[in-house]
Each structure stands twice: as C-alpha cells, then as structure tokens.
T-cell receptor, first 112, second 114 residues
Framework: NAGVTQTPKFRILKIGQSMTLQCTQD?????MYWYRQDPGMGLKLIYY???????DKGEVPNGYNVSRSTTEDFPLRLELAAPSQTSVYFC???????????FGPGTRLTVT | AQSVTQPDIHITVSEGASLELRCNYS??????LFWYVQSPGQGLQLLLK????DTLVQGIKGFEAEFKRSQSSFNLRKPSVHWSDAAEYFC????????????WGAGTKLIIKP
C-alpha cells in the first residue's frame, strides 16, 4: 500500500517556466489537498478537493491551478513560475473533512 | 479568524527527560485540534487529535496532549524522550465552519541532547 505518492522529489525551474506536480493516492480518499511549506511559516493550503470534479481554493491559490478528474490523482499546475514559488510542496489526502490527513513525501521546488 | 501559535521555534531536551511543546489557538468555538510530526525530509504524520470528550488525548509513540479550553491551549507532552523523537512538530486547528480546512502553527523543532 503506497499511500500518497508525489513526483518529482526535486525540481529547478527558471522564471516563467511551467510545470505540473503529480500526486496520487491509493486509499480511495475523497479529500485531497495541496500545501506549501516555507521555513518558519508552517503549512499553507493552496487548493483542496472534496471529490472527483470538485476543487476549491485554499489560503494561497494565486499562481497555481488544479484539476481532479479521478479519485486517485490531484495534480498541481504552476504557470509562469516565480521565485516566490520556491518552496516545498506537500500533497495530502483524507477520508473525510475532519479525519487524519496522510501526506506524501513532498516536492522541493526552486525557481531561479 | 482562526490562528495557531507555537511560541517555541526550537526546544532542546536531554534524552530521557520530559517534554512539553506548547500550542495556543484563537477561535470562538471549540475547534478540532491536531498534532503532527515531521521527520527530516519526510511528510507529516498524525500524532494525535482532539475532537470532543476527554480532554487528555493519547497518541502514537507515547505522546499525549491536553486540551484546556480556559487557556485556549493544546500542549503536547511526553514523559521521556528518545533520540528518535528529534523532528519538527506542528499543531493544527480545524473547524466545522471552515470545512475543516486546517490552520497550521509554524512548528517547533525538537533537538535531543545525548
């Protein structure tokens, strides 16, 4: 049972480039989340989804887009990367809104 | 708006000593409270959570936390730390009226002295 998987683990982007961070969970969870973690700042919610076809903005959605075409996958798209998007990105999933969130190992992204 | 404060950025504890990590929250009603642990280079793992009922909550790895409504606190404790407890610890708050979206504290890094 793999849980939540994220690819890639590391990525360096140039300013203005685009990329997609992949997230897959095999626990049949309805809820999925994307967070960014900056040093000394805790986690900030970017987007979340309550089921296939349903997504909503979190606290810091600007510069990002998501889609949820299947229960398993929740990719995060960065368009026109900026240095402010340098961060560690975590995907998580949960069975329901208030239940335990299971986290992936993270993607460390640097934009230069 | 909800907020979570972890006043200690770093805490250093000797192996075998007791531990208390502080978490204070700001919210009008009783929130849902969580403690997660993040080992270096890893994702986060749930230690324990409080939804309702008994205010002393037991978690994994020998941790416990006590919800104190009067102090708006949810401090994490362990009677005797092990070197493997060195990690970063995050407190988080969720609420029904925010669709349980979690607000996270900035984290406390635990350093264990041999």
């Amino acid at each position: 049972n793999a849980g939540v998987t994220q690819t890639p683990k590391f990525r360096i982007l140039k300013i203005g480039q685009s990329m997609t961070l992949q997230c897959t969970q095999d626990m049949n969870h309805n809820y999925m989340y994307w967070y960014r973690q900056d040093p000394g700042m805790g986690l900030k919610l970017i987007y979340y989804s309550v089921g296939a076809g349903i997504t909503d903005k979190g606290e810091v959605p600007n510069g990002y887009n998501v889609s949820r075409s299947t229960t398993e996958d929740f990719p995060l798209r960065l368009e026109l990367a900026a240095p402010s998007q340098t961060s560690v990105y975590f995907c998580a999933s949960s069975y329901s809104a208030g239940s335990e969130q299971y986290f992936g190992p993270g993607t460390r992204l640097t934009v230069t | 708006a909800q907020s979570v404060t972890q006043p200690d950025i770093h805490i250093t504890v000797s192996e075998g000593a007791s531990l208390e990590l502080r978490c204070n929250y700001s919210y009008g009603a009783t929130p849902y409270l969580f403690w997660y642990v993040q080992s270096p280079g890893q994702g986060l793992q749930l230690l324990l959570k409080y939804f309702s009922g008994d205010t002393l909550v037991q978690g994994i790895k020998g941790f416990e936390a006590e919800f104190k409504r009067s102090q708006s606190s949810f401090n994490l404790r362990k009677p005797s730390v092990h070197w493997s407890d060195a990690a970063e610890y995050f407190c988080a708050v969720g609420a029904v009226d925010s669709n349980y979206q979690l607000i996270w504290g900035a984290g406390t890094k635990l350093i264990i002295k041999p």
